[in-house]
């Protein structure tokens, strides 16, 4: 059985990454990408139709589906997710041949927390 890592960029992991809230809010302000994170934050509603890989709760979304979902090229999805990830907005984990991306709610959460205080 493969096994899996989640990461972050770098190879961080855990909830400690630092929250760049222009980078964050960059990577939300494009459509695309913040329609992946809405659909993101029901993995298993959105996603109902495809079959998993892995296990949704733990470890998100393949790409592929995410590809299917939004019918925007593979090199286009890879590139958005990459994105979303440098901005810490997702996380990562590689199973075998594919990746898996699940919104990391602790940035999410303080990014939320620091434009109620702005």
């Known amino acids: 059985m493969a096994k899996a890592r989640a990461t972050g960029p770098e190879g961080e992991t855990g909830n400690d990454a630092p929250l760049d809230a222009v980078e964050a809010l960059k990577a939300l302000a494009n459509p695309a990408r913040l329609q992946i994170m809405d659909w993101l934050r029901d993995p298993h509603g959105e996603f109902a139709q495809w079959e998993p890989i892995a296990d949704r709760d733990e470890v998100g979304v393949c790409v592929s589906h995410l590809q299917a979902k939004s019918g925007l090229a593979q090199s286009t999805i890879s ?11 997702v996380r990562s984990t590689r199973i075998g041949k594919w990746v898996h991306y699940k919104r990391n709610e602790d940035t999410l959460s303080r990014l939320a927390e620091m434009l109620r205080r702005a």
């Open 79 to 89: 590139s958005y997710m990459a994105i979303l990830e440098r901005a810490h907005l």
